[in-house]
């Protein structure tokens, strides 16, 4: 079974506006990871916010982090459409080697 | 650093062969990882290395599939005999573990058909 799960599955907006995606998780974690995937590429690491932080900013990319829900959003600020790409939450199963659980991803599709 | 290099990108066999997929991570990384990726299944973790042992194979589908790790700058995944339903592009990532967790560095994959 996966471990984290991205909500909502597709997004579609206009450029310059907000894309949020959420993810959420069903065991304790040290760490949560967002990824991104261009058509036919491999998955590209954006961002690790620790479990004992809240929020983290990276250029125009906005992750917080609640683990009293098991849940992580990602934001998007002033989207563009080379923004355009699937986005992946994966977590670290226990076990302290690192393994990554990746969710379904969301679908995003940004239009000029 | 090239990045975590795999191949071949794409690989189109019969059903019945014999295929091998490789990687060659990046340099000073102890930890490898081989996914699979499908419309149907999304990403799944096959094996995982740590300083060139397996760690965990809970995830390898069946005894066709095999993975090796000679050393820290090779592996390969392995298929024999292949089915059609292993159709599906194969991912390879590896990461530095250590007191800190850090993020995975992927291929860019190896898209495998079996007719």
């Known amino acids: 079974s996966q471990q984290g799960e991205e909500d909502p599955q597709a997004l579609s907006i206009q450029e310059g506006e907000n894309a949020t995606m959420n993810c959420s998780y069903k065991t304790s974690i040290n760490n949560l990871q967002w990824y991104r995937q261009n058509s036919g590429r491999g998955l590209v690491h954006l961002i690790l916010i620790r479990s004992n932080e809240r929020e983290k900013h990276s250029g125009r990319l906005r992750v917080t982090l609640d683990t009293s829900k098991k849940s992580s959003s990602l934001l998007i600020t002033a989207s563009r459409a080379a923004d355009t790409a699937s986005y992946f939450c994966?977590?670290?199963?226990?076990?302290?080697?690192?393994?990554?659980?990746f969710g379904a991803g969301t679908r995003l599709a940004v239009h000029p | 650093d090239a990045g975590v290099i795999q191949s071949p990108r794409h690989e189109v066999t019969e059903m019945g062969q014999e295929v091998t997929l490789r990687c060659k991570p990046i340099?000073?990384?102890?930890?490898l990882f081989w996914y699979r990726q499908t419309m149907m299944r999304g990403l799944e973790l096959l094996i995982y290395f740590n300083n060139n042992v397996p760690i965990d194979d809970s995830g390898m589908p069946e005894d066709r599939f095999s993975a090796k790790m000679p050393n820290a700058s090779f592996s390969t995944l392995k298929i024999q005999p292949s089915e059609p339903r292993d159709s599906a592009v194969y991912f390879c990532a590896s990461s530095l573990r250590g007191r800190q967790s850090y993020g995975y560095t992927f291929g860019s994959g190896t898209r495998l058909t079996v007719v």
């Open positions: 994966a977590t670290p199963l226990s076990g302290g080697y690192n393994k990554l659980i």
């Open positions: 340099s000073g990384h102890n930890s």
